[in-house]
């Protein structure tokens, strides 16, 4: 099992870019999850997919983030334009369902630097 | 408001010695509470979940324990290796809304 699949793994870009961040989950699991850890603010939820339909986004901060699950086997985390407050570390998961008690597999994460 | 503190913030130790990391939250209607660990540079790895119901729960040299009456939660790490060097964070899931907050962490450094 070759577990969730981020891409790329760094990403350095310059403010105003657009920026997009991929996410494999792992084969079956029906539920997809978008992170962002930072040393102020720890880990924070963006937000997930259930079935490949989002849930709750609560957590995206602004409008310039968006993302989307077009099937069970990809997702795209977008941010258009970036700017320097958004460099952190972004994480995915996945889960087999979208039960509170099932265990969320995270990804390696991707290291964003909004320069 | 749903929160999750952790203390200590950072915790350094010798090998071979027992500590014990706390959690205490406000989460409310509480459906589990879970403890990762996250060595640098990767993500959360799951390393024990609790259900109201379950008072305490096992993971090789790492034990958890649960009071949901007065909402608090430990983990306790017995004779400490180099590789428990490591973030663990304190996450707590409410039910209904399937909000879940996260804590801040705890920065475990184990010494040689």
């Known amino acids: 099992d070759a577990g969730v699949i981020q891409s790329p793994r760094h990403e350095v870009t310059e403010m105003g870019q657009e920026v997009t961040l991929r996410c494999k989950p792992i084969?079956?699991?029906?539920?997809l999850f978008w992170y962002r850890q930072t040393m102020m603010r720890g880990l924070e939820l963006l937000i997930y997919?259930?079935?490949?339909?989002?849930?709750?986004d609560s957590g995206m901060p602004e409008d310039r983030f968006s993302a989307k699950m077009p099937n069970a086997s990809f997702s795209t985390l977008k941010i258009q334009p970036s700017e320097p407050r958004d460099s952190a570390v972004y994480f995915c998961?996945?889960?087999?369902?979208?039960?509170?008690?099932?265990?969320?597999?995270f990804g390696p994460g991707t290291r964003l630097t909004v320069l | 408001k749903n929160q999750v503190e952790q203390s200590p913030q950072s915790l350094i130790i010798l090998e071979g010695k027992n500590c014990t990391l706390q959690?205490?939250?406000?989460?409310?209607?509480?459906?589990?509470l879970r403890w990762y660990k996250q060595d640098t540079g990767r993500g959360p790895v799951s390393l024990t979940i609790?259900?109201?119901?379950?008072n305490t729960k096992s993971n090789g040299r790492y034990t958890a324990t649960l009071d949901a009456d007065t909402k608090q939660s430990s983990l306790h790490i017995t004779a400490s290796q180099l590789s428990d060097s490591a973030s663990y964070i304190c996450?707590?899931?409410?039910?209904?809304?399937?909000?879940?907050?996260f804590g801040a962490g705890t920065r475990l450094f184990v010494k040689a």
């Open positions: 998961a996945s889960t087999a369902s979208s039960g509170a008690y099932n265990e969320q597999f």
């Open positions: 084969s079956g699991h029906n539920s």
């Open positions: 997919f259930n079935n490949n339909v989002p849930i709750d």
């Open positions: 959690c205490n939250y406000t989460v409310s209607p509480f459906s589990n």
């Open positions: 609790m259900t109201f119901s379950e």
């Open positions: 996450v707590v899931t409410n039910t209904g809304g399937f909000k879940t907050i």
